[in-house]
């Protein structure tokens, strides 16, 4: 059984910048893709940023490209996402996942495992 346990978030400043990270438990997270997603109030959850089972290969969305990157460390069991020049629109609880197999396209097609998810506010 995976548990993802994510932190990192807080409230900054627009154009201001923040560390997520994301901790799972389980011997097999290498095996597997590993994506951030997020959800605004009101909003359906959007995928945000994926990452392959080795961190070769990755993928983001257009509205976050260039400005977020996303990492992990595979012998700390942990996915990061660096969020940088942040804008309001990028206010969300961020949420991890587990994809299905360790390529970069399968966490955005299904989901096995999600985190808690982790606050993040951008004010303007």
């Known amino acids: 059984q995976v548990q993802l ?9 627009a154009g201001g910048s ?3 990270s ?8 290498s095996s597997y893709a590993m994506g951030w997603f997020r959800q605004a109030p009101g909003k359906k ?13 990755t993928y983001y969305a257009d509205s976050v490209k260039g400005r977020f990157t ?3 460390d595979n012998a700390k069991n942990t996915v990061y996402l660096q969020l940088n020049s942040l804008k309001p629109e990028d206010t969300a609880v961020y949420y991890c996942a587990q994809g299905t197999t360790g ?3 399968s966490v955005m097609e299904a989901q ?3 985190g808690q998810g982790t ?4 004010s303007s």
């Open 5 to 13: 346990v994510e932190s990192g978030g807080g409230l900054v400043q």
């Open 18 to 20: 923040l560390r997520l």
């Open 22 to 29: 994301c901790a799972a438990s389980g011997r097999t997270f």
């Open 45 to 57: 959850r959007e995928f945000v940023a994926a990452i392959s089972r080795g961190g070769a290969a």
């Open 70 to 72: 996303i990492s992990r």
């Open 103 to 105: 390529q970069v396209m």
């Open 112 to 114: 096995d495992y999600w």
């Open 119 to 122: 606050q993040v506010t951008v």
